[in-house]
């Protein structure tokens, strides 16, 4: 797919990290996979386990024998690293990036993401021949991310931009939001039957108390299914009463 970046893995190791790189892409929805100098097998038995229904990526997966040649057709180069190195970069946050590489596609600018071994991440000289770097703040403690992780982490980012999900969402399944006149009809029931059973004894504190009554259910976004069980709640206590 050209209108998405390439995920280039230089020198994995093994096998089932490359098929969990595969099924990290699939989450996110990219597709397009280069290795270069794989180690193992990228279509072995493990590999294809480890991808969990991710092996489409696998078997179109794209072979290099060096890292220029697999990314001698593209315009810009990321490289995904958890070191600072000696050089003068330009730094991105995985959202940054993935919002550059956005733009950059929408212009016709092929664009591609490096990921190291395993065991030691990029080499200085793959840093060396990326435009840019991206890099993952992470606890400085600790920041070593497996090699799926990683792709996973920028995946993510990339598959957000698609998604346009929205931040928050209130799920209402088989019901509605209760309007407001629903709901006022409701605190008009419930202070009518607070006042009836003497729950108001001081006038001077009535207005208060009502104010914070309301304020804990309105804090609630009460729907229609949730004000009739109320309801139901509220009738029990008075005929108990």
């Known amino acids: 797919m050209t209108n998405q970046p390439y995920i280039i893995l230089v ?21 397009n996979l280069r290795l270069v100098n ?5 279509l072995s038995e493990k590999a294809v386990a ?5 092996e ?5 997966a794209e072979i290099f024998d060096s890292l220029s040649n697999a990314i001698k057709d593209l315009h810009q180069v990321f490289a995904s690293t958890a070191r600072r190195r000696d050089m003068i970069k330009t730094i991105y946050t995985a959202d940054a990036a993935v919002e550059k590489i956005y733009e950059n596609l929408s212009c016709g ?8 071994p395993e065991r030691t991440g990029l080499e200085n000289d793959d840093v060396a021949i990326a435009d840019a770097v991206i890099e993952i703040p992470l606890n400085p403690k600790h920041c070593s991310l497996n090699l799926s992780q990683a792709v996973l982490l920028v995946g993510y980012e990339w598959h957000k931009l698609q998604a346009n999900a929205p931040k928050s969402q209130l799920v209402t399944n ?29 006038d001077e504190k009535r207005p208060r108390m009502v104010r ?6 309105l804090r609630s976004q009460l729907t229609e299914q949730e004000i009739n069980t109320l309801y139901g709640v509220f009738n029990h206590l008075i005929n108990k009463k």
């Open 11 to 31: 020198n994995p190791q093994l096998a089932e990290n490359v098929g969990m790189a595969a099924r990290a892409m699939m989450n996110c929805g990219l597709y």
């Open 38 to 42: 794989p180690r193992e097998n990228h």
């Open 50 to 54: 480890a991808s969990s229904n991710a």
């Open 56 to 60: 489409e990526i696998l078997h179109k």
């Open 109 to 116: 600018i092929k664009c591609g993401i490096l990921f190291g």
């Open 174 to 202: 088989k019901t509605n939001v209760a309007d407001k006149e629903t709901v006022a009809n409701m605190f008009n029931f419930l202070e009518k039957e607070l006042d009836e059973c003497g729950n108001f004894r001081v």
């Open 212 to 217: 914070n009554l309301r304020n804990i259910f």
